[in-house]
Every structure is written in structure tokens, then in C-alpha cells.
């Protein structure tokens, strides 16, 4: 097996109103060598980082600003934010930054709101290469958790991808959002591997801890340590139990 797929804990949703050093000491608790998070820009990142670094942690990615890709109108505040995020990133020590699309336009044909997003991520890839940060776009599942989000599935995802054509520009196959608007992960993961540069995951029905719902993940994350991905499997789920450090810990292990 590839010992490289590693956990990273999404500290906004499993440790969501816990301090950064309350997070952090609890994710190496656990024996999970990275966080992630969503905002940069909500949070003190010095106090961030302080705690990181106190715990012997690496960030293994994070968001971009939260602007339409779908929308041209907005695609120059996209990229403005994206510099920004990227700056961010850097200070930040990561390789990786976290991109939504935007919500789908009524009115407005599928097919031009795809070229606005694919045009958008062309605009944002030279600046991504040059600093050599990877942005990964996420399908989002609509029938539970975003309604009305454009990009639901993950080979529309990845038509996208390829007609980008960066290395800097990726998919973030959340597990969990796949497994509700599509299922046939092991599959669709495997033959697309070389377009995944994150994956996310969570249990369901409920985005609870892995180890409940109807996702068996030791498959799942055995397929994907056959494959040659070395990235990051992040944990963002809201978890049950009232300590959590058991649960992750066990994920830990299983992907050791």
C-alpha cells in the first residue's frame, strides 16, 4: 500500500467553537499529522499558526475567497481574491487552496455558465503555477446540503479539468458528497486519480465520524492507496461522540 495518503482534520467542522490550541493539541492527540480550515481571512493566523507549529502540525490546505466562477461579471474580484489567497497560502505553508464554483444561475444556459467557470480557472492558472499552489474545485452534493450549488458531480468536475488543461487546477473529491449525489466512488476515484489533488470525507447519511453510515472506507481508502496519490484525505465531518479524538484516531491508524 502507498504509505503516503495522509489525514488531515478540517478544525472548523470537528473541533467547531474549540481554540486553535484546543484543536491542535487534540488532532496530534490523535496521531494526525496536518489541519485544514476553511476561511483564512476570518481568523488570526499568527495565533493560528502559533498553535500549529506548537504542535508539530502541518496545514494542509484551505479556502479561497468565496466569489462566483460561474458569473464573469465577478471573475476579476475571483482573482483579486485568489492573490490574495495565495499569499495566504504561502505564509501559511500550504500547497493547496480550496475552491467553490458558485451557485448556478437561473436564467442563464449550463452550458455559459461552464465556460465562464472554465475561462475563470484558465485566468487563475498561470498565477497558480508561477507560485506553484494547486487549486482543487469542489462538486458539492445539492440534495441534502447545497441546493442550488452549479457544480454537483464529479465527471462533470473533471471535463472541466481537462479542458483547462493545468497542473495547477484540480478536483477536491469530497467522499461524502459524492457517495449522495452520484455513488460508484471506488470506480470513479480510481479512473480519474490523476485529476484529484484533495479529498474530503465524512460518514453518511448524517456527516458524522467515517466509522458511521453506509460508506465502507477501509475499501475505499485502500483503492486509493493503490493508486500513485500522495496527497491529503481531509476529515470534515461534525462529529457524535463527545470526545473525538478516538474516532479520528482510528482513521489515523487505518491509514497508516
Known amino acids: 500500500m502507498n504509505p503516503t495518503l495522509t489525514p488531515s482534520v478540517c478544525i472548523d467542522a470537528v473541533f467547531e467553537g474549540k481554540s486553535f490550541d484546543e484543536a491542535c493539541a487534540a488532532t496530534k492527540q490523535a496521531g494526525i499529522p496536518a489541519i485544514e480550515f476553511w476561511g483564512w481571512w476570518d481568523k488570526d493566523l499568527d495565533e493560528l499558526q502559533a498553535a500549529q507549529k506548537a504542535n508539530g502540525l502541518a496545514i494542509s490546505a484551505c479556502c479561497t475567497r468565496f466569489i462566483s466562477l460561474v458569473n464573469p461579471s465577478v471573475r476579476e474580484d475571483y482573482l483579486e481574491g485568489l492573490r490574495e489567497s495565495i499569499e495566504a497560502a504561502k505564509q501559511l505553508g500550504t500547497t493547496t487552496l480550496i475552491s467553490q464554483v458558485g451557485e448556478f444561475r437561473q436564467g442563464v444556459s449550463r452550458d455559459d455558465q461552464e465556460e465562464a467557470l472554465i475561462a475563470g480557472l484558465k485566468a487563475a492558472a498561470p498565477m497558480l503555477e508561477e507560485a506553484g499552489i494547486t487549486l482543487v474545485i469542489e462538486p458539492l452534493n445539492e440534495l441534502v446540503n447545497h441546493p442550488g450549488y452549479f457544480l ?105
Do not use: M
Not at 193 to 215: C, M, T, V, Y
Not at 225 to 254: I, K
Open 152 to 256: 454537483i458531480r464529479s465527471d462533470a468536475a473533471f471535463d472541466i479539468i481537462e479542458e483547462v488543461d493545468s497542473p495547477n487546477v484540480n478536483v477536491v473529491f469530497d467522499i461524502y458528497h459524492q457517495q449522495i449525489s452520484e455513488g460508484n466512488l471506488i470506480q470513479n476515484i480510481v479512473e480519474n486519480i490523476d485529476k484529484i489533488g484533495h479529498f474530503h470525507a465524512a460518514g453518511n447519511p448524517g456527516r458524522n465520524e467515517l466509522q458511521f453510515g453506509e460508506i465502507n472506507y477501509p475499501q475505499v481508502f485502500a483503492a486509493i492507496q493503490q493508486t500513485d496519490f500522495e496527497g491529503f484525505v481531509g476529515l470534515e465531518y461534525w462529529p457524535l461522540e463527545e470526545d473525538p479524538v478516538g474516532a479520528l484516531s482510528e482513521v489515523a491508524q487505518l491509514l497508516s
